[in-house]
């Protein structure tokens, strides 16, 4: 099960000069197909949306990509659809042409097997070495040059860890390397504030309005290794696995507590 | 003129599914063919193999990649080949699959239309904002990965400056958006160290060499904006253009001196 739209059309080639290949000038949305919808559609389009004005790209209008997106997910009972939008075959070196003929590249892809012991007892993090990259002007958003995260997920084999935490060079405390990830200590929640560095994901936003929901607001903020050794209960989440409690990290052993237990049932609930 | 060999064959498209557009997965270098021959050929197959132990990409024998540089290159007085590595369409999410099958892109580009006078008067540098991305493990080598590069080239207008130095999140001096920076203070030159930012440049290395000959050799260091305020001359370089000296950076004004001028001198003698 593979299937691809390029430009709206079925084919399995891009340009070779598309400046996605050629400089990673674009970003991409992972989404889920639950019986042939889009979930947390106006999420996933709103961060494209972001992302594409911090680039200067023009991105393609939702309706067209609601409707070849909902053209893959057809007949999918689960499965996941993948929009990488970018910013085309013109301009000369790495300056953008003004004129650029916006690319857009949707694939249809399975629905990973994810083992229910991840969710009931939680999952190991591992300790990457690759630091996530510092950069203000790209952080946050989900661009194509994510070589940080394919060299740290390659440290360790897929069987022992279930995810790795990624650190930057001033050795805080940013994401996963597929997720992001909150903390609770004394009651409180907290997840890192990545303004220098890191992606933003759905399901950071959707934990902390469900968080707000709780009556337990997320505290944005650095988190330092102390904080992550300290910490009474620890979770991680993306859109497509939702939320993994973490059950050990480095010498460390973790609770699965009551608030991300309920963080967990809100998710269930709102979806 | 463009013409483009992917895997050996004569094709206008690669795989969608490559992970060079999904992730930034791979390497580039950017090659000088004079008379149909390229120039600094051992350099540049040098940096890719380094670069491709560091991602842990099986590097294309150079045998082959050199005997398909030279089929583009043929009957080609003035040009450039692009070379680019990726690690191929196999793997699942970021983390790479054992058994990749490497890409490999060679294309031919026109040789870009250079004025005199860059060389003859220099060149005004453009104060890039946009900041050079801070990782340990990916400074110096020349990945797909070009977002900084990309969004800092579109901060200024082509005819207004030649070329834009960017600095890092600590407001370190880097480089510039296509070429490497030197400085001279006191007859003394001086470049940035690069091993937390950054691509090491084949000329950065053919500069240092030829500083060596002249005994003036070249410190690798961190090197501030007040360095850059406070210098008595400054060049930029990169493989295709060689030594651009720079007249003027923000309010600035700097003299083409004689350590830039032996510099260049040395350069032409043994290229």
Redesign the interface.
């Known amino acids: 099960m593979?299937m691809?739209l390029?430009n709206g059309e079925e084919?399995?080639?891009?340009?070779?000069?598309?400046?996605?290949?050629?400089?990673?000038?674009g970003l991409?949305e992972t989404i889920e197909i639950n019986l042939s919808r889009p979930v947390y559609w106006e999420q996933h389009i709103n961060r494209l949306n972001h992302g594409c004005d911090i680039?200067?790209i023009a991105c393609p209008d939702e309706p067209l990509l609601l409707q070849e997106c909902l053209q893959l997910a057809l007949g999918i009972n689960k499965g996941i659809v993948k929009i990488?939008i970018?910013?085309g075959s013109a301009g000369?070196?790495?300056?953008?042409a003004h004129d650029s003929k916006i690319s857009r590249?949707l694939?249809l892809h399975e629905w990973?097997d994810i083992p229910e012991n991840y969710y009931l007892k939680g999952i190991r993090l591992y300790a990457c070495?690759?630091?996530?990259?510092?950069?203000?002007?790209?952080a946050g958003i989900k661009?194509?040059?994510?070589?940080?995260?394919?060299?740290?997920?390659?440290e360790w084999n897929?069987n022992d860890y279930a995810e790795g935490l990624m650190l930057?060079?001033n050795k805080l405390v940013i994401e996963g390397?597929?997720t992001n990830i909150f903390i609770v200590r004394g009651g409180q929640l907290k997840t890192p504030l990545l303004n220098?560095a890191g992606i933003k994901g759905i399901m950071r936003d959707i934990v902390i309005a469900a968080a707000d929901y709780l009556d337990m607001p997320v505290i944005e903020t650095e988190i330092t290794c102390t904080d992550l050794e300290e910490a009474d209960e620890i979770f991680v989440c993306n859109s497509i696995i939702k939320i993994w409690p973490v059950n050990a990290y480095r010498d460390q052993q973790y609770v699965i507590g009551d608030i991300t237990r309920n963080i967990m049932f809100r998710i269930d609930q709102i979806q």
Do not use: M, W
Not at 11 to 25: H, M
Not at 143 to 154: E, F, I, K
């Open positions: 593979k691809l390029v084919k399995l080639y891009i340009d070779a000069n598309d400046r996605g290949l050629a400089y990673g000038d991409f680039l200067g990488i970018t910013r000369r070196g790495y300056r953008p590249i694939s990973p070495e690759t630091p996530v990259s510092i950069n203000t002007k790209l661009t194509l040059c994510r070589l940080d995260q394919v060299l740290a997920q390659s897929e930057d060079a390397t597929k220098h």
